[in-house]
């Protein structure tokens, strides 16, 4: 008898584990596969360290621009590559292990959990018990229905981690997040890229000019992008394989001789035993919860991408400070008190907070948008580095600022400035008074704040 389990040692279950430990409490906590789960194996760790080997391939081959000299081609070692990206995995891997085994109180359990009732779970042989269980078992690529998949290898975001070579022509089925981030590394690398989209523009949740932006990003580097790529349909070809597609424009089918499924991700609680439980979960999977991420059983709660509120390292690294809060300092926090906020690793990055234009609209707000292309802010150009612009979207009454999107270089990082900003709610003429430091991405955008226009008016201010 524990006085807590904990089933999967994503972003959410370890810290929880630790603290709820640390609090006095006996803790289970049970993993079927990799300690640290998505983020640490297949995730966020392994491409933004395959992001930048990419990233340091693609400087090198610009080095004449920058007076430096590189005799010959830039070459890839995709071998020293892996074993580059291998190595961060492990300790990174092995780190969540160690502290999970040498955590005071915290017992491992390895196997697949399955509820057997109300707080009851069996691992193995052994079945566990406890008054609160806290599931934290995330997701795994979705495969989609495609007539012919079955003739033809594929690769997904777990896979294409044993990839130790760099395929002659790459074909990405999704253009979003994962699908462009891989995209690019691999063109990088040295790869013909090709991206299949099935809808209409590329990352389809983001504002239309930054879907167009990226798009020339990524085309001015030869990755080619088909857009309408509908009915999609795989056969071998070859040695290779082909995708049929369904698309207004261009050749019928697109061929390479590799095939990366980047069309999103599944929860993994079909095999759960949540009848079991009596714990309820929509119908593609996602565990119901309430605002402090309790499930339909009191007893239980579900944190991360297996809850569907966030498919996020630090949302579900937030979840677990909700739970922890409200179960030892009966804090009161709530997931819905969360400002969504993200960043896309491609080169370069774009870094997102709050309303899109188009929740901005739905939300029937009066708003006013600011925006300044990067070849306009003076580290860009000094870096080299001035694709993409800084857009920031106000509401017109309130003058509180309602969402931004950076696409340029260091977005990911000048965003967390208006993250702040957001949770601090302060307006927008209070934001722009604070001094920042020259030359940097993040003081150009009290600049950005200085011409606001009216959102769907001609108000491009800056270009
Ligand atoms: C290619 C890729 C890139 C990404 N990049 C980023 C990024 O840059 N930034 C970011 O914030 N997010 C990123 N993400 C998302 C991020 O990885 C996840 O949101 C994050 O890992 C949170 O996951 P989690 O805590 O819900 O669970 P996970 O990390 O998925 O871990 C769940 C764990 O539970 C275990 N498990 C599952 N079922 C059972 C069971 N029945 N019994 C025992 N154990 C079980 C699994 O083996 C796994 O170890 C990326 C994801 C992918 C796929």
Redesign the pocket.
Known sequence: MFDAIV???????PALAARLAGAGRKVAI???????????????T???TLVASAYAAHLARRAGEYGVAIPGAVGVDMKRVKARKDAVVATSTGNVEKWMREAKGVTV?R????FTGRNTVK?GEEELSAPQIFI??????LVPKMPGLETVPYLT??SIMDVDFVPEHLLVVGGS??GL??GQMYRRFGSRVTVLEMGPRLIAREDEDVSQALKEILEAEGIEVRLGAECLSAAKDGSGIAIGLDCKDGAPKARGSHLLL?VG?VP??G??GLDAAGIAADKRGYIEVDEALRTSNPGVWA?????GK????????N?YEIVADNLLSNAGRKWTDRIPA????TDPPLGRIGMSEAEIRQQGLKALVGKRPMSRVSRAVEKGETRGFLKIHVEEGSQRILGAALLGTSGDEAVHSLIDALYSRIPHPEFRRRVRIHPNVSELLPTVLEDLAPLGGQGWNSV
């Open positions: 089933i999967g040692t994503g972003q959410a279950g049970i993993e079927r596969a990799k300690f640290g789960g998505t983020c640490v194996n297949d995730g966020c392994p491409t933004k359990f196997g697949h959990a399955r691992v934290n078992v995330g997701g795994r690529p975001n777990v997040y994962i981030e891989f980047a991700r993994n609680t095999d759960l944190l991360g991408d297996c809850n966030g498919a996020f390292t630090h949302t579900s690294y979840d993200y960043a896309l690793y």
